[in-house]
């Protein structure tokens, strides 16, 4: 887990204590330890990747893209001068 989700796990568990009633007082840290692990689990199976890989990986795409479109294009000139030749 990255260092920069911690503070936002620690605001979600703030948020859901300061939403419990005053009776779960005596547990309240109990309490956060429990709701930021269960947040930190859930975050690790989400199989989450940092912003830059993701923009990595769309650079990737867009270069297959294109280069898919160009040779789709080479193909269709091909397939054009195949059938404009006269068989011998």
Excluded: I
């Amino acid at each position: 887990m990255q260092n920069n989700q911690q503070p936002f796990l620690n605001r979600l568990a703030e948020k859901l204590l300061n939403t419990a009633p005053e009776s779960f007082s005596t547990t309240r840290e109990e309490l956060h330890q429990w709701v930021k692990a269960a947040a930190q689990d859930a975050l690790l199976k989400m199989d989450l990747l940092p912003r830059d890989e993701f923009d990595a990986q769309v650079r990737v795409l867009h270069r297959l893209q294109q280069k898919v479109t160009e040779l789709e294009a080479q193909l269709k000139e091909l397939e054009q001068a195949e059938n404009s030749s006269p068989e011998v």
